[in-house]
């Protein structure tokens, strides 16, 4: 395999036929489940158990919210690229 070069494997964008199959599934149950997800997001005993409720329906509803990422003890990020040798 050439240095740095991605050979085999899926196509960027091709879906993965194992996660879709299973995503298909999991589909099937949402109207059966979704009403639950909002009832415990209503009526939960635990105001944790509404929370996380809340956010797996705003998850689904708009996506996940973008993560922030930062370097060691939440400084900014470095990223160091290696070419053999040398660092650049």
Known sequence: MAKGVKTGGRTRGT?????????????????????ILVSIARNGESEAARVAAIKEILDRAYGKSPQAVTGESGGPLRIILVNGDTAL
């Not at 199959?21 to 099937?28: E, G, N, P, S, Y």
């Open 15 to 35: 879906p993965n036929k194992v996660t879709a199959d299973v995503k298909a599934i999991a589909q099937q149950y949402v109207p059966d489940i979704f009403p």
